[in-house]
């Protein structure tokens, strides 16, 4: 096949709106017949008329060296675009395997800078990690958030993020257990409301917000082999 040939070939992929442009469509398009761009394509027909060139440069707004040259024009590029798809597959692939947070038991996030290494790993999206720099997962063991977090999710918590009026928080209540606790945070002027989403035996806790010790906000929630 010509240069010319391999371009014309690349434009009706290129230029099809996600589909290949049928040799039909293309030569209607220029007034020729589709044994005309089937023998450009081809490379049987050496000289094409520059009218037709500048008919087809004209209709998909293209430069003659988009045309005519085999290092510039449109098949390069076709073979650009798909390298750079690959290459944009390959790094995504990469980056769900190396974009991992440490999965500890809740009572854990007391303090995870004593945690003994290594830890176990559990991967995340990338996206994830950009926006929350201390970020621990940990399994959902009990219904107390059960409509919510079903038992055995992977839940993540920031634990410098900020909580707000209804966020998802992992909190430590001394007088009510000596575990940590996943509940839904309610604002209301001195107290706070933890609303417990789970079954009638998982009570809400109402305390002073000066008392209030929250450990970390849940950022996101995924299924255990989300990423697997």
Not at 92 to 101: A, N
Not at 168 to 175: D, N, R, T, Y
Request: hydrophobic share 40%.
């Amino acid at each position: 096949m010509s240069a010319i040939g391999d371009n014309i070939r690349a434009l009706r992929t290129l230029y099809g709106n996600g589909r290949d442009l049928t040799q039909n469509e293309l030569a209607e398009i220029i007034g020729v017949t589709r044994e005309t761009v089937n023998k450009w394509e081809a490379g049987s027909i050496g000289n094409i008329r520059t009218s037709n060139i500048e008919r087809l440069c004209e209709h998909f707004d293209l430069s003659m060296d988009d045309l005519r040259s085999e290092i510039n024009g449109l098949a390069a590029q076709l073979r650009a675009k798909r390298e750079s798809e690959i290459l944009e597959r390959i790094t995504v692939q990469m980056s769900m395997s190396q974009f991992t947070v440490p999965l500890v038991k809740l009572n854990e996030l007391r303090n995870v800078q004593e945690l003994e290494c290594p830890l176990q790993k559990v991967e995340v999206a990338p996206s994830l990690i950009n926006h929350h720099h201390a970020l621990y997962a940990f399994k959902m063991n009990d219904g107390s958030m059960g409509r919510i977090l079903p038992k055995g999710c992977h839940v993540f918590v920031d634990l410098d993020a900020e909580p707000q009026a209804r966020s998802l928080v992992v909190v430590s209540v001394p007088e009510k257990s000596e575990d940590l606790l996943v509940r839904r945070l309610y604002f209301g002027g001195t107290k706070a409301m933890l609303a417990a989403e789970g079954n009638e035996e998982w009570e809400d806790i109402v305390i002073n917000r000066s008392s209030l010790s929250v450990i970390g906000t849940v950022v996101w929630v995924q299924a255990p082999r989300e990423f697997e």
